[in-house]
């Protein structure tokens, strides 16, 4: 009978289990049937886009699937129950295997969050979305929100291993069932042991972001408090602010990333009000005070947000030990007095001067009294903010010090995590070098680093300009950064400045190398004294990298000096052709095929005479009145740097000879200024203000610049030229050209398409930067940075820079904040290491970490917060660059190579890595240098403001 009895249960229990998966399986069905399937419809795209919805219903399918068989499984053993056949721990174990299920989801669980995120960004793109959402939810029988459905998954496994648990209670230990339950029983148990972890992520950022949502509907006037998935609630206070003639009831709310402030009105009672669709059910429970009236005042982001200095015991103390002061005062005061009292001579005016010192004490001495009773009231809390108009201060009175000191620690401790949190990002302040003038008036320009020399000689070439000359600054980076020489090189302004790097040899194939070696003479057949009426066959480039001559055959191995302006960039011949070869073959070999000999042997040069006689020295000094093909061929073999100046010149300099005295290998003259300069995979684009862009090319098999022959697309007009260019996803080049976007084909040259970038044609790109598929522009004038993606062209974001700018100007002069702040602009970008650099011409560096831009991206799932450097200029920003220098040991292993092993290197000298290691440096040059953390009232503030600055950072 007792057996019959436990029987009977057991059924109840397997009912008990197909209702609620009956439940479970309709809810399922309506994620999928009803959200899922509408939203995959082509025509339902523009109420949601089709990556968000993929990430909100993430593993739904898969999940549906597999509880719709299980159900109709176990609607199977209760339609056909028998008490000594029916095993459902059997039906658990094969529908329920660990390795099966544990995958799908364990994987739903961790996208959860994502998926809250995905519901949330939706809903705040697409207002369509939220009628969908509204329109679903009341269809619903149940009338369950979306979150309520979405939340079920995280739910479901825990409740059955209660129903097995309930099963083994009423299930005999002689049943055919019982082991089955047995073993059942330990494996959704492991399975819900790793799912568990995710599930209470997955519940906390539930109730949190029903938290919100509710604060939001109770709060009159608030907005922006829920959506953000990693805010949390931390505490609520109740308190008086103290204002000049009264007192008003406040309640502070903390959030871990921001202080919100309300009005507080006490003794209501009712329901709270609620938005039209709240996505996230409300919570069990609430802690904070729900039948308040509250109106919203301000909020502002924990890092704007400080407790002043001066706390009730710093104060306290000051105002003791200023008031001992006084004391003795007095004291010293009433000596004098009795001293006075002595003289013989009439001293009436000291007694009055003693007097009124005496009165003036006391005065001072009451006012410190009443200072003190003020601090001593319990539970006093100043609170500052940074605004744009300055730091803004607020006074509390909260109901005891312990409620006081409650908050402040709960304050300091969140502050001071997302403190941590942002010095990840943070990179390391180095120095400020100041750059002498030659000149009154020179300012920055432009710089790029010279990265083309030898490994222990990296540079940074700056130039600087007063309109009328320019000049090239040197700055040594190694040992120690610092300016090395200042030379003029022309009498305009520079208006930009790239590095074009040394011609790869290894894109030259070895059949084109020995056909060209083949065809050289080996004899002795030509007249040696033979002159050459071709320049071009006179001037060669010889090796310098060896320390010795005595297996030097080249035509410097029996000169006794060597040039000055020689190079260790360079390459050595392979030793079995050097070997066999003398001076009258090398002469012959110059005359049948300088070309070869010119792209072989690098570093110095030096130059045939008609009277046989060998002269050496620099390129420059040997080029003389050389032609544009016979320069061409002298940096085939060298690294160069290309200057656009505003008389549209463009000056070549090899960056392995010496500029001084202002030579250059090659010098173009256009009949427009140079407006940017940019190179890439052998080719250099030059924009001129006519609107031309002109492209000059480097042949792919000799390393050779075709100067006399270059292509000339007009892109822009005389008013309105390319005004920057950026290569986009190595296929694309980007040209800013008025308010558009033009975008080219990097190796065809046509033009591909176009779009706008601002309504407003007079605004001109003033920067431009890329990092994966995600290109930052700014415009002239504007202090916006806005974010394209680079293959849809669609805008992800729009950011302005006023707030953080003004945040880090709080502590300068009024006057200066607000010239700063009404003129203010972009005028620089630059990528490293992940991050935005931004210079402004209000003098502050601005850095941001750069979000994920995948190919599929259609919107940013968080906002994009600028921080400022605590080191800036005092004036414009004029540019950012960045330099990677080397590890030292590896400069120092490359250096300790024999000579022999130098000198038979088929590879250049300058030694290849085989990591990515060393340090990168981020360079600002700009007017003047300021340190943000020091107020502007201090003696050092505005001292080295004429000064230009090149500030450093290590990232």
Same mark, same amino acid.
């Given at each position: 009978?007792?057996?019959m009895? &436990?029987?009977? *249960?057991?059924?109840?229990v397997? $009912?008990? %289990?197909?209702e609620? @998966?009956s439940?479970? #399986?309709?809810? &399922?069905?309506i *994620?999928y049937?009803?959200?899922? $399937?509408? %939203?995959?419809?082509? @025509?339902?795209?523009? #109420?949601?886009?089709p990556?968000?919805v993929d990430e ?10 597999h509880h719709?068989k ?21 039906l ?6 660990k390795?099966m299920?544990l995958?799908?989801y364990t ?7 994502n ?13 369509a ?14 009338k369950q929100g ?18 097995i ?13 019982h082991k ?19 599930e ?6 539930e ?6 949502q ?10 922006g ?5 990693k805010?949390?609630l931390?505490r609520q206070?109740m308190?008086?602010e103290?204002?000049s ?7 502070l709310?903390?959030?871990n ?11 209501r009672?009712?329901t709270m009000?609620r938005?039209?669709?709240?996505l996230?059910a409300?919570a ?11 109106k ?6 924990l ?14 103390q ?6 001992q002061?006084?004391r003795s005062?007095?004291e010293?005061?009433?000596d004098l ?17 003693i ?12 006012e ?12 006093r ?15 509390f009175?909260f109901?005891?010090d312990?409620g006081?000191?409650a ?13 941590q949190?942002?010095?990840r ?13 030659t ?9 790029t ?7 222990s000689?990296?540079e ?9 000359v320019?000049q090239?600054?040197?700055l040594?980076?190694e040992?120690?950064p610092?300016?090395t ?6 009498n305009?302004?520079?208006c ?8 790869d040899?290894?894109?030259?194939s ?15 057949t ?5 002159s050459s009426?071709?320049r071009?066959?006179?001037i ?6 060896d320390?010795?001559?005595?297996e030097?055959t ?18 050595s ?15 012959d ?12 042997l ?12 060998t002269?050496?020295?620099?390129l ?14 002298i940096?085939?073999n ?10 549209g010149?463009?000056?070549v ?6 500029v001084?005295g ?11 200024s140079?407006?940017c ?22 042949d792919?098999t ?8 270059k292509?000339?697309i ?12 950026l ?15 033009r ?6 040259h046509?033009i591909k398409s ?5 309504q407003?044609?007079?605004?001109c790109?003033?920067?431009m ?5 995600g ?7 504007k ?10 062209h ?6 302005d820079v006023?707030?953080a ?10 006057i200066i ?6 003129c ?9 290491k992940?991050?935005?650099?931004v ?5 502050v560096?601005?850095?941001?970490v750069?979000?994920?831009v ?13 921080q400022g ?12 660059t ?15 190579r ?9 590879t250049?000298?300058t ?22 953390g ?18 450093m950072?290590?990232v």
């Amino acid at each position: 009978m007792f057996e019959m009895h &436990l029987q009977d *249960l057991r059924k109840h229990v397997v $009912k008990n %289990l197909l209702e609620t @998966e009956s439940s479970y #399986v309709n809810s &399922l069905r309506i *994620l999928y049937q009803s959200y899922l $399937k509408p %939203l995959k419809r082509p @025509e339902n795209h523009v #109420v949601c886009e089709p990556k968000l919805v993929d990430e909100i219903f993430f593993q739904i399918p898969e999940i549906l699937q597999h509880h719709e068989k299980f159900f109709e499984n176990v609607r199977e053993c209760f339609e056909n129950w028998d008490t000594d056949t029916v095993k459902m721990g059997d039906l658990f174990i094969q529908s329920f295997n660990k390795d099966m299920l544990l995958e799908t989801y364990t994987s739903y669980i961790k996208n959860y969050l994502n998926a809250r995120e995905a519901i949330t960004v939706a809903v705040q793109a697409k207002t369509a979305f939220k009628t969908f959402l509204e329109n679903c939810q009341r269809e619903n029988k149940e009338k369950q929100g979306l979150s309520d459905l979405l939340i079920k998954p995280v739910q479901r496994i825990p409740r059955y291993e209660l129903i097995i648990k309930d099963l083994l209670k009423h299930t005999p230990e002689t049943h055919p069932d019982h082991k089955g339950l047995i073993v059942a029983q330990e494996e959704l148990h492991a399975l819900s042991v790793q799912m568990n972890k995710g599930e209470k992520e997955a519940v906390a950022a539930e109730a949190q972001a029903r938290q919100l949502q509710d604060i939001e509907s109770l709060v009159e006037g608030c907005l922006g408090i829920s959506g953000i998935v990693k805010r949390k609630l931390v505490r609520q206070d109740m308190c008086t602010e103290l204002k000049s003639t009264n007192k008003k009831d406040r309640s502070l709310w903390l959030f871990n990333d921001t202080l919100m402030c309300t009005t507080s009105k006490k003794g209501r009672t009712g329901t709270m009000r609620r938005s039209s669709l709240n996505l996230w059910a409300p919570a069990d429970q609430l802690n904070f005070d729900s039948n308040g009236k509250y109106k919203f005042l301000w909020k502002f982001p924990l890092e704007d947000v400080e407790l002043l200095k001066g706390s009730q015991l710093v104060s306290k103390q000051t105002n003791e030990k200023q008031m001992q002061m006084i004391r003795s005062d007095q004291e010293l005061l009433s000596d004098l007095e009795k001293t006075a009292e002595k003289l013989h001579i009439p001293h009436q005016a000291v007694e009055d001067a003693i007097k009124d010192l005496q009165n003036l004490c006391q005065q001072r001495l009451n006012e410190k009294r009443v200072a003190m009773q003020e601090i001593l009231v319990p539970g006093r809390l100043e609170i500052g903010i940074s605004t744009p108009d300055g730091m803004k201060s607020f006074q509390f009175e909260f109901s005891s010090d312990e409620g006081k000191g409650a908050f402040e620690t709960s304050f300091r401790n969140f502050k001071e995590t997302l403190t941590q949190q942002k010095n990840r990002f943070d990179p390391t302040f180095m120095k400020a070098i100041p750059i002498s003038k030659t000149r009154n008036g020179m300012q920055f320009s432009c710089a790029t680093a010279n990265t083309d020399t030898s490994p222990s000689s990296h540079e940074v070439w700056v130039c600087n300009t007063d309109g009328y000359v320019g000049q090239i600054c040197f700055l040594a980076l190694e040992p120690e950064p610092s300016q090395t020489q200042c030379i003029t090189v022309c009498n305009a302004k520079i208006c930009c400045i790239t590095q074009v790097p040394t011609w790869d040899r290894k894109l030259v194939s070895t059949q084109v190398l020995l056909k060209e070696i083949s065809k050289l003479p080996l004899g002795h057949t030509r007249d040696r004294h033979k002159s050459s009426n071709n320049r071009a066959h006179q001037i060669i480039s010889w090796d310098d990298t060896d320390d010795t001559d005595e297996e030097n055959t080249s035509p410097m191995s029996t000169m006794s000096s060597r040039s000055p302006y020689s190079t260790n960039n360079s390459i050595s011949c392979d030793a079995a052709f050097t070997t066999q070869t003398t001076n009258t073959a090398t002469s012959d070999l110059m005359e049948s095929s300088p070309q070869l000999i010119t792209s072989l042997l690098g570093g110095g040069a030096f130059k045939k005479e008609s009277n046989g006689s060998t002269l050496h020295g620099s390129l420059e000094d040997l080029l003389g009145d050389n032609s544009l093909a016979d320069c061409s061929k002298i940096l085939a073999n060298q690294g160069s740097m290309w200057l656009g100046t505003e008389d549209g010149k463009i000056k070549v300099y090899s960056t392995q000879e010496s500029v001084r005295g202002n030579k250059h290998c090659v010098e173009l003259q256009n009949t427009a200024s140079v407006q940017c300069i940019l190179y890439h995979a052998g080719q250099v684009f030059i924009a001129l203000s006519n609107g031309d862009l002109l492209i000059y090319h480097r042949d792919a098999t000799n390393g050779q610049w075709d100067f006399d022959r270059k292509r000339t697309i007009q892109l822009g007009t005389s008013p309105y030229p390319i005004t920057k260019m950026l290569v986009v996803n190595e296929k694309e080049l980007w040209c800013g050209c008025q308010n558009q976007i033009r975008i080219l084909d990097v190796r065809s040259h046509n033009i591909k398409s176009f779009f706008t970038v601002s309504q407003d044609s007079k605004r001109c790109i003033q920067c431009m930067a890329s990092f994966g598929f995600g290109v930052w522009v700014a415009m002239d004038k504007k202090p916006q940075i806005k974010l394209y993606h680079s293959v849809t062209h669609s805008l992800l974001a729009d950011l302005d820079v006023s707030n953080a700018v003004n945040k880090m100007l709080a502590s300068s002069d009024a006057i200066i904040r607000q010239h700063k702040a009404a003129c203010l602009r972009i005028t620089a970008l630059l990528v490293c290491k992940d991050l935005l650099w931004v210079g402004t011409s209000g003098g502050v560096v601005l850095t941001l970490v750069l979000p994920n831009v995948a190919s599929n991206t259609t919107s940013l799932p968080l906002p994009i917060i600028p921080q400022g450097l605590a080191y800036g200029h005092t004036g414009h920003v004029r540019f950012l660059t960045a330099v990677r220098l080397p590890d030292k040991d590896v400069q120092r292993n490359s250096s300790k190579r024999s000579p022999s092993k130098r000198k038979h290197s088929s590879t250049a000298s300058t030694p290849t890595p085989h990591r990515q290691i060393g340090t990168t440096l981020v360079i600002s040059g700009g007017d003047g240098y300021e340190d943000f953390g020091i107020s502007s009232s201090t003696e050092t503030a505005g001292r080295e403001d004429s000064t230009n600055h090149l500030l450093m950072w290590k990232v």
